[in-house]
């Protein structure tokens, strides 16, 4: 082993253990899933020709733009068409390597013709003709190609070789030179392809093979914690694996479903995980999904012109058959068994009813008896029902007078703390009242004084300007409006606030700058006072009567309530 992979290997024994305890948890859940998960795959296999199609479509939207592509972009499409096509018909993916080889450009650029020799070598995998396959990966010279193209190749010999030592070992048991191979290209990734997904999945591979499937679970749980859903695939199978070499068949099983069904829902039909789950499932005891686990997978091997998968399929089926028809016998013999039980429990049944008719009879005079009692009974019974009927409809008139009394004092404390808070500012406005009389008396004295003084001294022309003068009527006015403004607001501080929340929003009042009420506020301050009659406000305000007619039509057309209840919240300002 290299030496960066021994370090590697020697850090992940120092941690393996702290990171199996964090996903232990996770491990159980998984094993608890296990039924469902089998659920979902036979959801899923039942339907494959959905996700068949699936492919297709995406296959055949790339052939349409085949037409109109440049040279540079057909090597592109070509190779997209098959990837998709790669593990789902064989066949057709190997047309396509022979369409990108044809391309003018691939013949002058050795990147690309190293990488569609790779890509036929795996092709060949697939299609079982290793010799083809090993011939062209022993041709392929690396030496001065980038390093991506030298990890892809170091992927593609693991793969091919690691494929033909599992197609031969079970005929040629003392051969391990293929398996030495696969093991010196694994060790070839882990030394010169950088980190990343691909690599760990391979690094867990690596510790699978040498026995350390802890150290390979930590690996491979740090890839699904941070692979995107198609990367996972990869990873579900290595833990699968692990847990294999645990001897922990719950959790085998569940990484093989779980690989599975992302097999199918991806259109895959050249996939190991089904075929080696039906084996599990016989193992334990589920001999009909393993059968149709097996098929499926039987199906898809011929679709795809897999041989390698159809071999192995081939491999496993005569014995689950087997062990399948094995079952039909016993289904059947448990059924003969269970019919013949059925038809002596019918005879004893015949003969039970023969005694249940005698028994019958005699417990038909006891229930003869038994009604005329219950008869009796029921009458009794009735009568203390329509006793306790009475007695509840009287309960229930006694629990309404109480309810209407008590609705009654609620009412009538409501009606006593009105009163008291109306008198309180009637009170409140009687006293004001009387001051702004007394003070309005001394204005018309110091006037009137001011008057006479200019007529004891013959100061004529003063006397007329200061008689034909409205300054003094406006100046009173605005203290008068003034003193009605603060006084109102003293009894109803929220009035303006109050005022605006019976408005749409784009119709609030708003006062000038010193104001406290402006003219429509004061109109609708004098009916919150119970002055509601036009003519008295216009007469109180010193403004026409239409003039009043007009704001408070405005006023109320801006309302977000109706005229009703607009006067029925104005009126409940406090």
């Known amino acids: 082993m290299p030496t960066n992979v021994t370090k590697v290997y020697t850090d992940m024994k120092h941690i393996v253990t702290i990171i199996l305890i964090s996903f232990a948890f996770i491990g159980k859940t998984y094993g608890q899933q296990l039924p469902s998960l089998l659920t979902e795959l036979d959801n899923a296999i039942q339907k494959k020709d959905i996700y068949h199609k699936r492919v297709q479509d995406r296959i055949d939207s790339l052939k349409r733009l085949v037409g109109n592509a440049s040279d540079d972009e057909l090597y592109s499409l070509y190779e997209q068409i098959y990837s998709s096509y790669n593990n789902f018909q064989v066949d057709s993916s190997f047309h396509y390597i022979r369409m990108m080889e044809r ?54 010999c693991r793969t091919v070789y690691g494929w033909y030592a599992e197609y031969i070992k079970d005929f040629r048991h003392d051969d391990n030179h293929y398996g030495q191979l696969t093991q010196a290209y694994r060790d070839s990734i882990l030394q010169f392809t950088p980190q990343g997904i691909r690599r760990d999945n391979v690094l867990a591979d690596n510790y699978i093979v040498h026995g350390e499937a802890d150290v390979a679970i930590a690996v491979l749980q740090d ?38 069904i992302a097999d199918i829902r991806n259109g895959v039909t050249e996939y190991v995980a089904l075929p080696e789950l039906a084996s599990l499932m016989l193992k334990m005891g589920d001999v009909d999904r393993a059968y149709t686990y097996l098929f499926c997978s039987m199906e898809d091997a011929h679709f795809c012109s897999a041989f390698l998968r159809t071999f ?21 013999m448990f059924e003969h068994t269970l019919f013949s039980g059925v038809c002596a429990f019918a005879v004893f049944l015949i003969l039970a009813l023969f005694y249940l008719q005698k028994q019958i009879k005699r417990v038909h005079n006891i229930k003869e008896k038994l009604s005329e009692a219950n008869k009796r009974l029921a009458v009794t019974n009735n009568q203390l029902e329509d006793a306790n009927r009475q007695l509840e409809e009287a309960n229930m008139q006694l629990q309404g007078y109480n309810s209407q009394l008590g609705e009654n004092n609620d009412m009538l404390s409501r009606a006593n703390d009105l009163l008291q808070n109306t008198n309180k500012i009637k009170e409140e406005y009687i006293a004001h009242y009387l001051e702004m009389c007394r003070s309005y008396m001394d204005a018309f004295e110091n006037f009137r004084k001011s008057l006479l003084k200019l007529a004891k001294n013959n100061q004529q022309q003063e006397l007329m300007k200061l008689l034909k003068s409205d300054d003094v009527m406006e100046d009173e006015q605005k203290r008068f409006f003034a003193d009605f403004d603060k006084s109102f607001l003293s009894i109803h501080p929220d009035f303006i606030s109050e005022f605006n929340a019976l408005l749409k929003d784009d119709c609030q009042l708003v006062p000038k700058k010193g104001e406290l009420l402006n003219i429509e506020l004061r109109i609708f301050a004098l009916v919150r006072l119970g002055v509601d009659d036009s003519t008295m406000i216009a007469h109180f305000l010193n403004y026409s009567l239409p003039t009043i007619y007009n704001y408070r039509s405005r006023i109320r057309n801006n309302s977000i309530y109706d005229k009703d209840e607009f006067n029925r919240r104005l009126m409940a300002i406090s």
């Not at 980038?146 to 593609?156: G, I, N, P």
């Not at 089926?317 to 094995?326: G, N």
């Open 103 to 156: 391309l003018d450009d691939v013949k002058h650029d050795n990147t690309r013709r190293l990488m569609i020799m790779m890509k036929k070598a795996i092709t060949f995998g697939i299609m079982g003709d290793f010799s083809s396959a090993i011939d062209i990966v022993d041709t392929i010279n690396v030496d001065d190609a980038s390093s991506e193209v030298r990890a892809e190749y170091f992927h593609t």
């Open 223 to 260: 890839i699904l914690a941070k692979a995107e859903d198609e990367q996972k695939v990869y990873a579900y199978y290595n833990l699968a694996q692990c847990y294999k070499v645990k001897g922990d068949d719950d959790k085998y099983a569940v990484y093989l479903a779980l690989t599975a």
């Open 312 to 332: 192995e399929v081939n491999t496993i089926f005569p014995i689950i058959d087997k062990e399948y028809r094995e079952q039909e016998k016993r289904n059947q």
